[in-house]
């Protein structure tokens, strides 16, 4: 039996496609939003630390499963299958709520130099930098409605280099820990600037939900209280509540479905059951991420597309970005570590921008809570990783050391990239994706630099001993994935123009970190928020003066 058609189907439940069908729906427009994975809830997801981590990247424990979802990566060891528990596989949660429902939640707005890395750092050689094509005081508004819509905590009145906003944040900072008392003083003795970490985690009751209890559980787990706040927990209930929204989970989307005219009237997708349904609808609203975002244009072909929805100009799935963390640890002959969640507490955003001889920088904090069995990933190299010494160094150490770490601003890369493997297929049949390429020289330049100033804070503040985590070239994906749909005027330069609609298709839009430009030097979160509540209400203007209807 045909399904009812809609007005708007939203493909992924995550940051970006929860917002938008809450915008929609709540606008009066039918929506049927698709989610690869599951809706889980606490109960679900016992504090188990290895299931949970699975040892490498933050919310595997969430999806997508290995057997159906694979991947292929390709670096100087050749083509290989990767699956979700690997690194390479650059994943993010797939399940209801996305990477919301498990992240760190850090709630940073970008800079208003974030938007113009071109223009205030001129053209890298070897790299894609380019401005947006909107500017920060374009997002403000947004970023302040995600902010006191969703839940935002903390207290960034310290940070004399943020861009200027209109409200403060709705609730205060969660209480300092050890850690930031360790590192404050320090900060300001270096002339630094420190402040408390805004988090989408409330810190009070907020909205209906309940308040942190300071677990160290947190990054990668599910909130048990709800208190960490994430489209699951917020515009997704509300979108149901309206009445005009469905959300089907388990439902793999294979391709927008497109007429003979090369507009879209739907997609195809298989339901719980396996089974190959599609779904009409006068909007189409792809919100998967990065990586799946990509993917599904490029599996899209047409007489009109033959290299994928979007991809006349060959820019779909480039500039894959992410961020590098560069990080420094110090090893104290005093007890730093209290057991208060979530651990993040502190910032600085002093080398954001500045750097003499550096396009960009990014903002360094302390680390959340590590568990004991990820200990081994701050182990100094001149300690064994197995035997004797390494359990006196653990016994002697958990206890007595801060990471401080950020994520630098990459410079994005046309070669670092998403593509539809011309073999590989997942478990439906459809073309995984394909991911290449390598970060720009000048990205690992800063991670040093950084990583020297982590380790000066550390040193500030009494560290008896420091040393600095070894950075990668290799390619940046994961969590923090963007830019592979890129936002621009120029449609031989981009994939969307700046209310997130694909240049070729008037009805087709991407509203997740896909369409970011750069990728600033902050987690990017509150950003793919603001941004899908701006790009809604874009959409609902055009919708009203009929411009995308069918």
């Not at 750092?121 to 094509?133: F, I, Q």
């Not at 969640?341 to 600085?348: K, N, R, W, Y």
Request: glycine share 10%; hydrophobic share 35%.
């Amino acid at each position: 039996m045909a399904l009812k058609h809609v007005n708007a189907v939203v493909v992924g439940a995550g940051a970006g496609g929860g917002v938008v069908a809450k915008e929609l729906s709540t606008a009066g427009l039918t929506v049927a939003v698709l989610e690869r994975g599951k809706w889980y809830s606490a109960a679900d997801c016992r504090k188990d630390d290895l299931r949970n981590q699975r040892i490498t990247v933050l919310g595997n424990a969430f999806g997508p499963d290995d057997e159906r979802n694979p991947r292929v990566a390709v670096d100087e060891r050749g083509e290989q299958i990767v699956y979700a528990s690997e690194a390479a596989y650059s994943n993010n949660a797939a399940c209801v709520g996305g990477g919301t429902f498990s992240y760190g939640a850090m709630a940073w707005r970008y800079l208003e130099k974030d938007f113009r890395m071109r223009s205030s750092y001129g053209a890298v050689a070897g790299s894609t930098l380019e401005d947006w094509p909107i500017s920060y005081s374009d997002l403000e508004p947004y970023y302040e409605k995600a902010e006191w819509e969703m839940g935002v905590s903390g207290d960034d009145t310290g940070n004399i280099f943020k861009a200027p906003r209109q409200k403060p944040l709705p609730m205060p900072p969660l209480s300092a820990n050890k850690e930031h008392l360790t590192l404050e003083p320090a900060a300001r003795r270096l002339g630094l600037h420190p402040f408390y970490i805004p988090m989408l985690r409330n810190s009070v009751p907020y909205n209906g939900r309940r308040s942190c209890m300071r677990c160290r559980w947190c990054v990668g787990f599910a909130c048990e209280l709800s208190a960490r706040t994430g489209t699951h927990n917020t515009v997704i209930p509300a979108a149901l509540a309206t009445g005009n929204c469905e959300l089907r989970t388990n439902a793999m989307v294979r391709e927008i479905l497109l007429d003979g005219s090369g507009r879209a009237k739907g997609v195809s997708y298989y339901d719980a059951a396996g089974h190959l349904r599609e779904q009409t609808a006068d909007l189409v609203i792809v919100c998967g991420g990065a990586v799946e975002s990509a993917r599904l244009l490029l599996n899209t072909k047409h007489k009109l597309f033959p290299n994928g929805l979007g991809n006349r100009y060959d820019w779909v799935g480039r500039n894959l970005q992410s961020h590098t963390y560069p990080a420094a640890v110090g090893q104290f002959d005093f007890d730093t570590y209290d057991d208060v969640g979530p651990g993040a507490s502190i910032a600085i955003c002093d080398y954001n921008h500045g750097n003499p001889g550096f396009a960009g920088g990014g903002m360094l904090a302390n680390e959340f809570i590590r568990l004991p069995y990820q200990f081994l990933s701050l182990t100094p190299a001149w300690v064994s990783r197995w035997g004797p010494e390494h359990k006196e160094f653990v016994r002697t150490a958990y206890k007595r050391t801060i990471s401080v770490m950020g994520p630098v601003q990459e410079m994005p890369v046309f070669d670092a990239r998403v593509q539809a493997d011309p073999k590989v297929k997942d478990y439906w049949g459809i073309p995984v994706a394909r991911l290449s390429g390598h970060k720009h020289p000048h990205t690992l330049e800063i991670a040093r630099f950084m990583a020297g100033k982590a380790e000066a804070w550390l040193k500030e503040a009494g560290a008896a001993q420091t040393w600095r985590r070894p950075v990668s070239n290799a390619l940046s994906g994961g969590q923090h994935q963007a830019g592979t749909c890129r936002m621009g005027n120029d449609p031989k330069t981009s994939v969307v123009d700046k209310d997130c609609r694909v240049h070729d298709v008037d009805n087709v839009y991407v509203i997740d970190a896909s369409v970011h430009v750069t990728n600033g030097g902050f987690n990017p979160g509150l950003t793919i928020l603001a941004n899908a509540f701006r790009a809604s209400n874009n959409l609902l203007q055009a919708w009203k003066g009929t411009r995308v209807r069918s």
